[in-house]
């Protein structure tokens, strides 16, 4: 495979993984494995691949309550809007 259809399966991987974890440890779990794979490549590229992949894992927010935040944020809402109003 080459690096840009590598970089398609991890960046597709990461979307789906960081969709319902956080985005942080998303990263945590695959970049290792982004990396060793890059550094294995014939011609390795593990920088390419690593920045890829981050730049997917902070961006990938396939639902709105993706990541523990937006999920606290979601049942904290009708109680502080209670209190409010």
Do not use: C, W
């Not at 970089?7 to 974890?21: C, D, E, G, R």
């Not at 961006?59 to 209190?83: D, E, H």
Request: glycine share 8%; proline share 7%; net charge neutral.
């Amino acid at each position: 495979m080459s690096i840009y259809g590598v970089l398609v399966v991890f960046a597709a991987l990461v979307f789906v993984v960081a969709t319902f974890i956080s985005h942080t440890v998303a990263a945590l779990i695959i970049l290792p494995l982004v990396a060793s794979v890059g550094q294995n490549m014939d011609e390795p590229h593990p920088n390419l691949l690593v920045m890829g992949t981050v730049l997917m894992a902070s961006g990938a927010m396939g639902l709105p309550t993706s990541g523990f935040p937006n999920m606290s944020k979601l049942y904290i809402t009708p109680y502080v809007s209670r209190i409010l109003y």
